[in-house]
């Protein structure tokens, strides 16, 4: 079994900044892949951005792309994702997800964890 704790969201305002953190506990060591997925009220979970843990390659859902980075810690199996220049249409709840598999994918139904979810809110 694996444990994932998400941490740092927040309110802020258009143009501004947040750091998300997910730290994993638990079989980590059979981890490969970690992501973060987002969920707005009403919409399916929509991939934002995903790290190899082994080889550290990085994929990015194209609306995030040159706002986001995601970046990892492997001595403290924590995956961060710095958002910067925030958008309202950024608002969601954000969620880490482990996968046990190799390659980064985009669908949710590949990952076998999840964390509880960390509330995104951007203010026009």
């Known amino acids: 079994q694996v444990q994932l704790v998400e941490s740092g969201g927040g309110l802020v305002q258009a143009g501004g900044s947040l750091r998300l953190s997910c730290a994993a506990s638990g079989r980590t060591f059979s981890m490969y892949v970690m992501a973060w997925f987002r969920r707005a009220p009403g919409k399916e979970h929509e991939f934002v951005a995903a790290?190899?843990?082994?080889?550290?390659?990085?994929s990015y859902k194209d609306s995030v792309k040159g706002r986001f980075t995601i970046s990892g810690d492997t001595a403290k199996n924590t995956v961060y994702l710095q958002m910067n220049s925030l958008k309202p249409e950024d608002t969601a709840v954000y969620y880490c997800?482990?996968?046990?598999?190799?390659?980064?994918?985009?669908?949710?139904?590949?990952?076998?964890?999840w964390g509880q979810g960390t509330q995104v809110t951007v203010s026009s």
């Open positions: 997800a482990a996968r046990f598999s190799r390659g980064i994918l985009t669908e949710a139904d590949k990952y076998d964890y």
């Open positions: 790290i190899d843990w082994s080889r550290g390659g990085t």
